[in-house]
């Protein structure tokens, strides 16, 4: 059922040292020509990077968790990553619909992903302007986020929220626990 695929789609940030193709970038991407934009603006634009070079380079200017003071270890750095970008200066749409795009386009990466094997992050805590360089982002171009992608070697589990605390935890055995509300806590009204 699809509430199992998306229990499953759960943000991976440690990865084995398995490459990821071009062509399963692509198959990735493709996914994303089906996502529902804003006014049909379709104006998200994708950087696909599978360069062993490039991933090293730019996995030192990621931070992976948020929430928490752990980042992963270059023997787990993702093999791919996806680098989500629109025209600067953005026209016929707002920065906040963008926003709600790149949320359905990230999704629908994520779930070919993991058809094919792979778990992703998608992450917007990383050094926008040093990576734009890096990988020679054209300057009428901004990025605004970052998927990490590559085969998972972390195991992540939902748990229940207790006293709505959301803060999610990883233990030593590489095991990441994130906490959701119950259905009763997000359901606002029923009329």
């Given at each position: 059922?699809?509430?199992?695929?998306?229990?499953?789609?759960?943000?991976?940030?440690?990865?084995?040292?398995?490459?990821?193709?071009?062509?399963?970038?692509?198959?990735?991407?493709?996914?994303?020509?089906?996502?529902?934009?804003?006014?049909?603006?379709?104006?998200?634009?994708?950087?696909?990077?599978?360069?062993?070079?490039?991933?090293?380079?730019?996995?030192?200017?990621?931070?992976?968790?948020?929430?928490i003071?752990?980042?992963?270890?270059?023997?787990?750095?993702?093999?791919?990553?996806?680098?989500?970008?629109?025209?600067?200066?953005?026209?016929?749409?707002?920065?906040?619909?963008?926003?709600?795009?790149?949320?359905?386009a990230?999704?629908?990466?994520?779930?070919?992903?993991?058809?094919?094997?792979?778990?992703?992050?998608?992450?917007?805590?990383?050094?926008?302007?040093?990576?734009?360089?890096?990988?020679?982002?054209?300057?009428?171009?901004?990025?605004?986020?970052?998927?990490?992608?590559?085969?998972?070697?972390?195991?992540?589990?939902?748990?229940?929220?207790?006293?709505?605390?959301?803060?999610?935890?990883?233990?030593?055995?590489?095991?990441?626990f994130?906490?959701?509300?119950?259905?009763?806590?997000?359901?606002?009204?029923?009329?």
């Amino acid at each position: 059922m699809m509430i199992d695929i998306l229990k499953k789609i759960r943000s991976h940030r440690s990865f084995t040292k398995k490459k990821i193709s071009m062509e399963e970038l692509e198959k990735m991407l493709e996914a994303t020509r089906y996502a529902a934009s804003t006014k049909n603006s379709q104006k998200l634009r994708y950087v696909l990077i599978n360069s062993n070079e490039l991933c090293e380079k730019i996995f030192p200017m990621v931070k992976f968790a948020g929430a928490i003071s752990w980042n992963p270890t270059i023997e787990e750095a993702p093999t791919a990553y996806i680098l989500i970008c629109s025209e600067n200066p953005l026209t016929d749409i707002s920065e906040k619909n963008l926003y709600f795009d790149m949320g359905i386009a990230s999704q629908n990466i994520l779930l070919i992903a993991n058809e094919l094997g792979y778990g992703g992050c998608i992450i917007g805590s990383y050094n926008k302007p040093e990576i734009e360089k890096l990988i020679e982002l054209p300057k009428n171009y901004i990025s605004h986020m970052l998927i990490s992608l590559g085969e998972s070697k972390d195991t992540v589990s939902i748990i229940e929220a207790i006293d709505n605390n959301l803060i999610y935890s990883r233990d030593s055995n590489n095991h990441h626990f994130v906490p959701k509300l119950p259905l009763s806590k997000i359901s606002l009204l029923k009329k």
